[in-house]
């Protein structure tokens, strides 16, 4: 190595920056030097220990076009800038470590590795890493976006130090970024033999001894639903090169998690290496004072025993590893099976009524005996067998798990016998099945399968940041409330899940309300506990599994088991199961309302999304689940409405299709007339003015007409419907108590129809009477009033008796149909008249000696009249139009009018004219009083 022997030659002893990398120094940590003088030139470079067998052997051909400056031989004083690559670590730097420590060196970090609480820091301390699966690849992205060139040498290094450290792009830390970079120096020539000659090394045959004998000790242990496997070798003599043959058998023996423990001499070699998020190998093996990455790592224990080793290395596994799910957690159930002399006829009934394409066949006792698949009944059918039993058709050879079972497990079933399902089986039971989706899922993530990009605008929605979309969309008590509900979840030991409408307002930044969850169990045992917990009350609807829990505040959480739903008819209510969390999904309307975000333990965070609906979300797409939804379920129809017109959406082309197929078949003629009710308030109650919208898309599918022939939304219509979006909003500030706002745009809707028509349609909907009431008022009452109160002269009083009956959406609806007359008194009534109250009371009225009866209300109204009129002022005068109604009535004696005395009163009983039970104090209109000067009052048949 010539260029490295010149550098010791020469020797250096100037100010000077310095580059190093780890002890042991590897390909990545190579790479990452020479890409480091690049960025830093003048530098100089030094290994600060060991180095790694084959990188020896590539620096033994190439030292000619490589400098290092022999660590012995350097000046350290004379450092005053340290570049540090592929570790942030000071204590792996060896004896260079002391000058990583040195106050008044700068310390520039360039690491892949995650942060560790040993890392470098301090003010002089400038770290430039990230995660990705090379240290050269950090270095790669600063070359290329400085635009300085490098030799297909430098690139042939570079390609080995990405290929070692992510296997060829195969390691589960391996970023984008890192194929990216090896894209870049293919392109500048890498040299692909050299890099297979260096990386694919045949082992010597002390290496073969190694892995014969490490082969020989092969057993597997299962540690929190993840397979292990360990191997151990005793040897006399120092073998180099263990890691190498402990990746060599890992490769041999596809396996995912594998430890070796060699003793040689006086120490046990440890090397880890795992393909799985769930085993940190670093962090395993930092327990037996060793290091290395995520997927590979090292430790060198000395005095210690194998036994003793293997040991502490079984702890350090039980306390770092994150458990794998069992087959038993993601497994859908409980599972629907059918007894084994089933006939066949009724097998295929049940398999067509529920979607399923094969059924558990059970024995009377319960235990599985086979499977009968959708192909086996058509088959038993063609050949007409319809009623022989399932039995003689089923496949009684059966692959099964327990629930315990690791998912590498399931995997490996799957792929040696060629099958998409596993039954979960315990003492001879079937709990559940696990498919080729499920185990998929589970491995790799929900967007694994669905092919979704993991974003929403610019939000990621990995775990991490989907808690923190949650942590800024949700305000603080709901957050709070969640975590409550996981801890809960995890010590009731069940699966919970925020499911449905909330996930998806959510993910869309709308606000929330109630909480819809899910779990897998029992949601009603669960729901006693939230409420014991959280000091809540809780109603219970057992025959569906559901729950809610009320909050001392007045909040809800909805609780629900996990439940799928069949339909026996088209347009009937379900039959409900329980189930799992994907098929309770599977039953929702839409995709973007089949997600659900996991709450327990660890999973907090975890978006489940199995049929599309981020990406249907992100694309403005309102999609069924399934190709009989409508018929199915109609009110689907209007809730589809809703939705595209609530959040700018609209129907995909085959949702619109299946939507006007099932408006064509009659589907929501079949609909109960209380389903169809509750889906029109729900639109009626959207904030204006997307009720409108929604009836004239709803018009455009064909649906208003199948709710009534004569339904039209007309140009009158529409302009009603814009006129009483306005006059809600001008009115609202003089409401004084809030009114039912969908009462306006279903009179609206219904205005098109003859009143005899929209009554009787009213009363066919069974709205509740108050209701049906508020509607007939405005389809009824409103336009004989608009002719009245458009008159030129029309008295307050008048008005006010005419405006009084009726309800706060009546008077909405007449002033947005009315004139300028006609508002001006609406808006006058609500803001003044209707406040308007007598000075006299029934008090006053008792004090005359009057005794209570209808008459007080006949005395009373024409006061408020008078008032109302300006026809008196004050209790005085008020006083005295009682009086005189009260002589003209007979009621009063005067014996001293004359000479100003007060009149007295003569308690005769009144008439029984007068006491008309059923009186009308609107309809007393024949007898009023005015106010001639300050004494007399005299009775006016004419006054209005």
């Given at each position: 190595?010539?260029?490295?022997?010149?550098?010791?030659?020469?020797?250096?002893?100037?100010?000077?920056?310095?580059?190093?990398?780890h002890?042991n120094?590897?390909f990545?940590?190579?790479?990452?030097?020479?890409a480091?003088?690049?960025?830093y030139?003048?530098?100089?470079?030094?290994f600060?220990g060991?180095?790694?067998?084959?990188?020896?052997?590539?620096?033994?051909?190439?030292?000619?076009?490589?400098?290092?400056?022999?660590?012995?031989?350097?000046?350290k004083?004379?450092v005053?800038?340290?570049?540090?690559v592929?570790?942030?670590?000071?204590s792996?730097l060896?004896?260079?470590?002391?000058?990583?420590?040195?106050?008044?060196?700068?310390?520039?970090?360039?690491?892949?590795?995650?942060?560790?609480?040993?890392?470098?820091r301090?003010?002089?301390?400038?770290?430039?890493?990230?995660?990705?699966?090379a240290?050269?690849?950090?270095?790669?992205?600063?070359i290329?976006?400085?635009?300085?060139?490098?030799?297909?040498?430098?690139?042939?290094?570079?390609a080995?130090?990405?290929?070692?450290?992510?296997g060829?792009?195969?390691?589960?830390?391996t970023?984008p970024?890192?194929?990216?970079?090896?894209?870049?120096?293919?392109?500048?020539?890498a040299?692909?033999?050299?890099?297979?000659?260096?990386?694919?090394?045949?082992?010597?045959?002390?290496?073969?001894g190694?892995?014969?004998?490490l082969?020989?000790?092969?057993?597997?242990?299962?540690?929190?639903?993840?397979?292990?496997t360990?191997?151990?070798?005793?040897?006399?003599e120092?073998?180099?090169?263990?890691?190498?043959?402990?990746?060599?058998?890992?490769?041999?023996?596809?396996?995912?998690?594998?430890f070796?423990?060699?003793?040689?001499?006086?120490?046990?070699?440890?090397?880890?290496?795992?393909?799985?998020?769930?085993?940190?190998?670093?962090?395993?093996?930092?327990?037996?004072?060793?290091?290395?990455?995520?997927?590979?790592?090292?430790?060198?224990v000395?005095g210690?025993?194998?036994t003793?080793?293997?040991?502490?290395?079984m702890?350090?596994?039980?306390?770092?590893?994150?458990?794998?799910?069992?087959?038993?957690?993601?497994?859908?159930g409980?599972?629907?099976?059918?007894?084994?002399?089933?006939?066949?006829?009724?097998?295929?009934?049940?398999?067509?009524?529920?979607?399923?394409?094969?059924?558990?066949?059970?024995?009377?006792?319960?235990?599985?005996?086979?499977m009968?698949?959708?192909?086996?009944?058509?088959?038993?059918?063609?050949?007409?067998?319809?009623?022989?039993?399932?039995?003689?058709?089923m496949?009684?050879?059966?692959v099964?798990v327990?629930?315990?079972?690791?998912?590498?497990?399931v995997?490996r079933?799957?792929?040696?016998?060629?099958?998409?399902?596993?039954?979960v089986?315990?003492?001879?039971?079937?709990?559940?099945?696990?498919?080729?989706?499920?185990?998929?899922?589970?491995?790799?993530?929900?967007?694994?399968?669905?092919?979704?990009?993991?974003r929403?605008?610019e939000?990621s929605?990995?775990?991490?940041?989907?808690?923190?979309?949650?942590?800024?969309?949700?305000?603080?008590?709901?957050?709070?409330?969640?975590?409550?509900?996981?801890?809960?979840?995890?010590?009731e030991?069940?699966?919970?899940?925020?499911?449905?409408?909330?996930?998806?307002?959510?993910?869309?930044g709308?606000?929330?309300?109630?909480?819809?969850?899910?779990?897998?169990?029992?949601?009603?045992?669960f729901a006693?506990?939230?409420?014991?917990?959280?000091?809540?009350?809780?109603?219970?609807?057992?025959?569906?599994?559901?729950?809610?829990?009320?909050?001392?505040?007045?909040?809800?959480?909805?609780?629900?088991?996990?439940r799928?739903?069949?339909?026996?008819?088209?347009?009937?209510?379900?039959v409900?199961?329980?189930?799992?969390?994907?098929?309770?999904?599977?039953?929702r309307?839409?995709?973007?309302?089949?997600?659900?975000?996991?709450?327990?333990?660890?999973?907090?965070?975890?978006?489940l999304?199995?049929?599309?609906?981020?990406?249907?979300?992100?694309?403005?797409?309102?999609?069924?689940?399934?190709?009989?939804?409508?018929v199915?379920?109609?009110?689907?129809?209007?809730r589809g409405?809703?939705?595209e017109?609530?959040?700018?959406?609209?129907?995909?082309?085959?949702?619109?299709?299946?939507?006007?197929?099932?408006?064509?078949?009659?589907?929501?003629?079949?609909?109960?007339?209380?389903?169809?009710?509750?889906?029109?308030?729900?639109?009626?109650s959207?904030?204006?003015?997307?009720?409108?919208?929604?009836?004239?898309?709803?018009?455009?599918l064909?649906a208003?007409?199948?709710?009534?022939?004569?339904?039209?939304?007309?140009?009158?219509?529409?302009e009603?419907f814009?006129?009483?979006?306005?006059?809600?909003?001008?009115?609202?500030p003089?409401?004084?108590?809030?009114?039912?706002?969908?009462?306006?745009?279903?009179?609206?809707?219904?205005?098109?129809?003859?009143?005899?028509?929209?009554?009787?349609?009213?009363?066919?909907m069974?709205?509740?009477?108050?209701?049906?009431?508020?509607?007939?008022?405005?389809?009824?009452?409103?336009?004989?009033?608009l002719r009245?109160?458009?008159t030129?002269?029309?008295l307050?009083?008048?008005?006010?008796?005419?405006?009084?009956?009726?309800?706060?959406?009546?008077?909405t609806?007449?002033?947005?149909?009315?004139?300028?007359?006609?508002?001006?008194?609406?808006?006058?009534?609500?803001?003044?008249?209707?406040r308007?109250?007598?000075e006299?009371?029934?008090?006053?009225?008792?004090?005359?000696?009057?005794?209570?009866?209808?008459?007080?209300?006949?005395?009373?109204?024409?006061?408020?009249?008078?008032?109302?009129?300006?026809?008196?002022?004050?209790k005085?005068?008020?006083?005295?139009?009682?009086?005189?109604?009260?002589?003209?009535m007979?009621?009063?004696?005067?014996?001293?009018a004359?000479?100003?005395?007060?009149?007295t009163?003569?308690?005769?009983?009144?008439?029984?004219g007068?006491?008309?039970?059923?009186?009308?104090?609107?309809?007393?209109?024949?007898?009023?009083?005015?106010?001639?000067?300050s004494?007399?009052?005299?009775?006016?048949r004419?006054?209005?």
């Amino acid at each position: 190595m010539r260029g490295m022997a010149f550098a010791r030659a020469r020797g250096v002893s100037k100010e000077m920056d310095l580059i190093i990398g780890h002890v042991n120094a590897d390909f990545d940590s190579l790479a990452s030097m020479v890409a480091a003088e690049k960025l830093y030139p003048g530098a100089v470079k030094t290994f600060a220990g060991s180095i790694n067998r084959n990188v020896r052997e590539f620096l033994a051909l190439h030292g000619d076009v490589l400098e290092f400056v022999d660590a012995r031989t350097l000046d350290k004083e004379a450092v005053d800038r340290l570049i540090v690559v592929d570790t942030r670590i000071p204590s792996r730097l060896g004896d260079l470590e002391e000058v990583a420590r040195r106050p008044g060196v700068e310390v520039f970090l360039y690491d892949h590795h995650p942060s560790t609480p040993s890392d470098l820091r301090g003010e002089r301390v400038v770290d430039y890493s990230e995660e990705v699966g090379a240290t050269v690849t950090i270095l790669l992205k600063l070359i290329r976006g400085r635009g300085i060139p490098i030799s297909p040498f430098e690139a042939t290094l570079f390609a080995l130090g990405i290929h070692e450290d992510t296997g060829s792009l195969t390691f589960a830390g391996t970023t984008p970024d890192d194929a990216e970079a090896l894209a870049y120096v293919m392109r500048a020539g890498a040299n692909v033999n050299v890099v297979a000659r260096f990386l694919g090394k045949p082992l010597t045959p002390d290496q073969h001894g190694l892995m014969l004998k490490l082969l020989e000790s092969l057993r597997q242990e299962r540690v929190k639903g993840v397979l292990v496997t360990l191997a151990t070798a005793e040897l006399g003599e120092y073998v180099e090169g263990s890691s190498l043959v402990a990746n060599k058998l890992a490769e041999l023996e596809n396996l995912d998690v594998f430890f070796t423990l060699v003793r040689m001499k006086d120490r046990v070699l440890v090397v880890g290496l795992s393909r799985l998020p769930q085993v940190d190998v670093e962090a395993v093996l930092s327990h037996l004072g060793g290091g290395g990455h995520p997927q590979a790592g090292s430790a060198v224990v000395r005095g210690g025993s194998l036994t003793g080793v293997e040991r502490d290395l079984m702890a350090a596994l039980e306390n770092e590893i994150r458990p794998l799910r069992t087959a038993g957690e993601i497994m859908s159930g409980p599972l629907r099976t059918i007894l084994e002399d089933t006939p066949i006829y009724e097998a295929s009934r049940r398999m067509t009524m529920t979607g399923h394409t094969a059924f558990p066949v059970v024995d009377r006792e319960g235990r599985l005996v086979g499977m009968i698949s959708r192909k086996d009944l058509d088959k038993a059918a063609h050949h007409g067998l319809g009623h022989a039993p399932v039995k003689g058709f089923m496949n009684r050879n059966l692959v099964t798990v327990e629930p315990e079972a690791s998912l590498q497990e399931v995997q490996r079933l799957m792929m040696e016998n060629a099958i998409g399902r596993v039954l979960v089986v315990k003492e001879g039971k079937a709990l559940g099945i696990v498919t080729r989706k499920d185990l998929l899922r589970a491995l790799h993530g929900t967007e694994y399968v669905a092919g979704l990009s993991p974003r929403v605008g610019e939000v990621s929605l990995g775990r991490g940041d989907l808690v923190d979309l949650m942590q800024h969309n949700l305000t603080g008590e709901t957050m709070a409330l969640l975590r409550e509900i996981s801890e809960i979840a995890q010590e009731e030991g069940c699966q919970v899940y925020l499911v449905g409408g909330v996930v998806r307002d959510l993910l869309l930044g709308y606000p929330i309300l109630d909480l819809d969850v899910v779990v897998e169990g029992n949601g009603i045992a669960f729901a006693h506990s939230v409420a014991r917990r959280l000091k809540g009350r809780i109603r219970t609807h057992p025959k569906f599994g559901t729950a809610v829990v009320i909050l001392p505040s007045g909040r809800r959480i909805d609780v629900a088991t996990a439940r799928t739903e069949f339909y026996q008819e088209p347009a009937s209510l379900p039959v409900v199961e329980q189930s799992s969390i994907r098929q309770d999904l599977y039953r929702r309307d839409f995709t973007i309302n089949s997600m659900a975000v996991a709450l327990t333990g660890r999973r907090f965070g975890e978006l489940l999304d199995f049929f599309g609906g981020l990406k249907d979300l992100q694309n403005g797409r309102i999609r069924v689940l399934h190709n009989l939804s409508f018929v199915e379920d109609p009110t689907r129809i209007f809730r589809g409405v809703r939705f595209e017109q609530r959040y700018g959406f609209r129907m995909e082309s085959q949702t619109e299709l299946l939507a006007r197929r099932a408006v064509e078949m009659e589907m929501v003629g079949r609909l109960t007339n209380a389903r169809v009710r509750d889906e029109l308030i729900d639109i009626c109650s959207e904030p204006h003015p997307l009720p409108r919208k929604c009836f004239r898309r709803l018009e455009e599918l064909g649906a208003l007409r199948a709710l009534h022939p004569s339904l039209h939304i007309s140009e009158e219509v529409e302009e009603r419907f814009r006129r009483l979006e306005i006059s809600w909003e001008e009115l609202k500030p003089l409401l004084a108590e809030e009114g039912r706002e969908w009462i306006l745009p279903m009179a609206a809707l219904l205005s098109s129809l003859p009143p005899d028509e929209a009554e009787k349609w009213c009363r066919q909907m069974r709205f509740r009477k108050d209701d049906r009431d508020a509607l007939l008022q405005c389809l009824r009452l409103v336009p004989g009033l608009l002719r009245e109160l458009e008159t030129d002269e029309i008295l307050p009083s008048r008005a006010t008796r005419l405006l009084d009956p009726l309800k706060r959406e009546s008077l909405t609806y007449l002033y947005a149909l009315g004139g300028a007359r006609t508002r001006r008194h609406v808006k006058t009534y609500l803001g003044d008249w209707s406040r308007v109250r007598p000075e006299v009371t029934g008090k006053d009225l008792e004090a005359m000696g009057l005794e209570p009866s209808p008459l007080y209300s006949r005395i009373l109204t024409r006061l408020r009249d008078a008032v109302l009129d300006g026809r008196v002022r004050g209790k005085e005068e008020e006083l005295k139009l009682v009086k005189n109604y009260l002589r003209e009535m007979g009621h009063l004696v005067s014996d001293g009018a004359q000479d100003g005395k007060d009149d007295t009163l003569r308690v005769d009983s009144p008439s029984r004219g007068d006491l008309r039970a059923g009186a009308d104090p609107g309809s007393v209109g024949e007898t009023s009083w005015s106010l001639r000067g300050s004494e007399d009052m005299a009775i006016s048949r004419d006054d209005p």
